[in-house]
């Protein structure tokens, strides 16, 4: 059983940054799609970028591109996310994701392609 687990979530300024980790431990990353995906309260779950180990292609939805960077490290199993530019549009619960894929597209941003989840990590913009 792949076990996720989210971190770095935290309140920010419009303008910041901040840095999502999520640390993987039952399997090595680079057999896997991973993904980041984050839902506000009242609004449905939204990809945010995906990243594939054995290609190393990435994803980005249209709000992050420019802004987000998603990259893992594979000796350490864990998966980034690194935000920049934040606006209080980003606040939301941060989840990310692992399913078997060895090429990014569009369907990595869909959340009915992924079965482990972390719990998620909050993420708070202030105006």
């Known amino acids: 059983q792949v076990h996720l687990v989210e971190s770095g979530g935290n309140s920010a300024q419009a303008g910041g940054s901040l840095r999502l980790s999520c640390a993987a431990d039952?399997?090595?990353?680079?057999?896997?799609?991973m993904s980041w995906f984050r839902q506000a309260p009242g609004q449905e779950r939204e990809g945010v970028a995906c990243?594939?180990?054995?290609?190393?292609?990435?994803q980005y939805a249209d709000f992050a591109k420019g802004r987000f960077t998603i990259s893992q490290d594979n000796a350490k199993n864990t998966l980034f996310l690194q935000m920049s530019n934040l606006t209080p549009e980003d606040s939301a619960l941060y989840h990310c994701?692992?399913?078997?894929?060895?090429?990014?597209?569009?369907?990595?941003?869909?959340?009915?392609?992924?079965?482990?989840w972390g719990q998620g990590t909050q993420v708070t913009v202030s105006a």
């Open positions: 994701a692992a399913t078997a894929g060895s090429s990014s597209g569009s369907w990595c941003l869909k959340s009915g392609f992924f079965r482990s």
């Open positions: 990243i594939c180990a054995r290609d190393g292609t990435t």
């Open positions: 039952g399997y090595t990353l680079n057999r896997y799609c």
